[in-house]
């Protein structure tokens, strides 16, 4: 069953529920209280009855010694017309014997037994398609006590109720017929934007992730619905990224390949000439030569990829220590190479106790000074400096290199990416430098930060966290 239908349905049934409660309630209350009124006129008209009737025994009895029961019925008929009322009413003796009676049946009277003197009681009840108000009292003659029973005709109180009781029907029979053309209205307007989230989950569920529904109301369903959108959202960029993962593994995948294939082929090449050829010893040698280069160039590629798999699946444990010993090894391995460069190389180090680890920290910042170096035509500068910043230790490499276009900045530490292919692979490049050095960067809670400008050179930054005061370094 639909949502709306469901509203609607239970909502119907409970003001049908409510309301066929609340016309009971009222027919009875109304009946009861019509019953109450008529009773109190029929209380009255008893009073001046039996007033009356004791009033004409009184009289007859200065006449007669004895009264017969037609004198007895003569005398109810003349107290009754001179009320006014022609109800039937009956005389009875102390002990419940009927003296005299006037119209009506009186077989199915009120027990007298219920009643005492001076005391009035009634009954309703239906008798050949009438409805009978049954009233009795006790009352003294002459000093006597006798009971009087007098019968009114109640069919205007019948009527009266069976009138409510189909008013009340009609009523609730349209009240129910207009609650339910609203409430389907209402409901309709309260599920609309279910259906339209509905909708949405289909054009989401076929791959359009970048809709979004509109929020329309700012109750539950307006909260639900912004709750679906930052669903949505949240499943787009996990969709993108998962897309660009799997762009990034077919590009791995397929610069791998690439850079086993240029040096195989030309170690197969070379060799094959080795073997099949008889060549002089120049160029035996440059055949060797060209072989031992390209084997370098595949050795230094298996050590960098399985340094990839060592940082995705090691937890490394950082230690503690002195900023300048663990740059200053750097600066000692970096410095050789530097010169052989004809580059001028300069430090500047603020000593601070660091959280780092010490092999892999000499990785990542050689690694930078290495691909500064690269970059670095002869005559150049490279700096390198280890300063506090905010409550952390940076550490950034800047040279007057080439420096990278902006539109490559984003990518270049993807694997295997490089901006420069044929000068990488000149230097043995594979692309897997900064891929690594970001890696490592990220075991220190830090990522690789890049500013550069082409043809003025290049920053390359990161941040490792500062060890508390109170706690001295481990040895090293």
Known sequence: MKFALKICLCTVLIVALLFGIAGQILVARSFDAALEFRVRMAEAEFSALASALEAEIYGIRLYYSAVSRQMYEEL???????????????????????????????????AFSEIGPRRFAYRLSREDNAVILHTAGGVVIGGNNYYLSVQYRADDLMQLRDDQIRSIILLHC???????????????????????????????????YSRRAKVTTLDEIGDL????????????????????????????????????????????GYADMLRSSELDEEDAFMA??????????????????????????????????????????????VTPMLQNA?????????????????????????????????ASSPGKRIWLTGKKSADRYRIEVRDEGIGIPKEELSRITEAFYMVDKSRARAQHGAGLGLA??????????????????????TTVWFDVAIAPRERRPDDE
């Open 342 to 374: 004809d580059l001028t190389f300069y430090y500047d180090i603020e000593q601070r106790i660091i959280l780092y680890e010490k092999d892999l920290f000499l990785t990542l910042v050689t690694n930078i000074v290495d691909n500064a170096r690269k």
């Open 174 to 208: 349209i009240t129910v017929a207009v609650c339910t053309a609203v409430m389907l209205i209402v409901a309709w307007a309260i599920s609309k934007p279910l259906v339209r989230l509905k909708r949405f989950t289909g054009i989401i569920g076929k791959g359009n």
């Open 288 to 333: 060797a030569n060209f072989i031992h280069s390209e084997g370098k160039r595949l050795e230094a590629l298996s050590l960098k990829l399985m340094d990839l798999v060592v940082l995705d699946k090691t937890d490394f444990k950082l230690m503690r220590g002195y900023a300048k010993k663990a740059l200053g090894h750097v600066v000692a391995v």
């Open 76 to 110: 109810l008929t003349r107290a009754s017309r001179n009320q006014g009322t022609d109800a039937p009413c009956a005389l009875y003796s102390e002990d419940g014997v009927l003296i005299s009676s006037f119209g009506g049946d009186f077989s199915g009277t009120i």
């Open 436 to 457: 690594i050095a970001n890696r490592i960067a990220m075991l220190h809670g830090s990522t690789l930060h890049f500013e550069s400008e082409q043809g003025k050179g």
């Open 225 to 268: 619905t912004v709750a679906f959108n930052n669903m949505t959202g949240a499943i787009e960029q996990k969709v993108t990224e998962l897309e660009n993962n799997a762009k990034q593994q077919k590009d791995f995948v397929a610069s791998f390949s690439h850079e086993l294939k240029t040096p195989m082929t030309s170690i197969i």
